[in-house]
């Protein structure tokens, strides 16, 4: 038996209404707390508190916030007393779980209708990074999704945007339009001069070919700016 079990802080020895596996199938998972979620994770605690209050504690150090908690590294999971590299990456893995079923719950609903839309598409994406990407999203003539590209990664310039690449791939999946969108990490919505120009250089382009640029998106974790809605496209 472990140490942890031994000072009665395993999850088989609380007070039955503390044990969030057993809430889980009493209750429903809709009855547990974020903390109680991250304690069925790790599994167990420390010496010198359970799962749940070592979860509590990991949280506060986001302000609550889950989607801060997925930006944790195992590494920095690793700094907390009673985190080891194991539980460290079941949480990351959770939370890398979460991020992806938020895309494929976007992908779903496929057709753009707005620029509220597309952020709601790519900010699962592309909003959380630490580093600048820039996106494709082509659409038919319903403004349904046919596909999202990266074009770059690391940061926005007329140069790392291939325009012959993007326009040879809305030919070859048949896209009618297509809506740029790329991501600022310093959570600034205004858009460069190099924003700018690249769209322009993108909506001549494509005009050539009859393919339509809907709009520009920059995203970041909480918002966006929309080209389109703005009217600088």
């Known amino acids: 038996m472990g140490e942890e079990n031994r000072t009665g802080f395993g999850i088989k020895y609380w007070a039955e209404d503390d044990r969030p596996r057993e809430k889980l199938l009493q209750k429903g998972k809709v009855s547990l707390s974020d903390a109680e979620l991250i304690a069925i994770l790790i599994g167990s605690g420390s010496k010198s508190e359970s ?13 609550n916030q889950l989607g801060d908690l997925g930006k944790l590294s195992v ?38 209708t707005s620029s509220a839309s597309v952020f709601e598409l790519m900010q699962p994406v592309i909003g959380e990074l630490y580093h ?16 999202q590209l990266q074009l770059s990664k690391g940061g926005i310039t007329g140069t790392l945007v291939d325009v012959r690449l993007t326009l040879k791939k809305a030919l070859e999946v048949g896209a009618t339009s297509i ?32 393919i339509k640029v809907l709009d520009h998106l920059i995203v970041t974790e909480k918002s966006y700016f929309s080209f389109a809605d703005e009217g600088v496209l």
């Not at 799962?51 to 949280?59: E, M, P, T, W």
């Not at 590299?85 to 753009?112: F, H, N, Q, Y």
């Not at 991501?183 to 919505?189: A, C, R, V």
């Not at 120009?197 to 009859?210: F, H, P, R, V, W």
């Open 75 to 112: 590494k920095k999971l690793c700094a907390f007393k009673g985190i080891g590299p194991a539980k460290a990456v079941s949480i990351v893995a959770a939370m890398e779980l979460g991020r992806r079923r938020r895309t494929e719950e976007a992908l779903e609903k496929k057709k753009i």
């Open 179 to 210: 809506i740029l969108a790329h991501n600022h990490p310093s959570g600034t919505l205004k858009p460069s001069e190099a924003d700018k120009q690249l769209t322009q250089k993108l909506k001549t382009a494509a005009q050539s070919l009859d």
């Open 132 to 147: 600048e990407e820039f996106w494709i999203i082509y659409l038919n003539n319903s403004n349904k999704v046919i596909e």
């Open 51 to 63: 799962a749940v209050q070592l979860s509590k504690r990991i949280l506060a150090s986001t302000g």
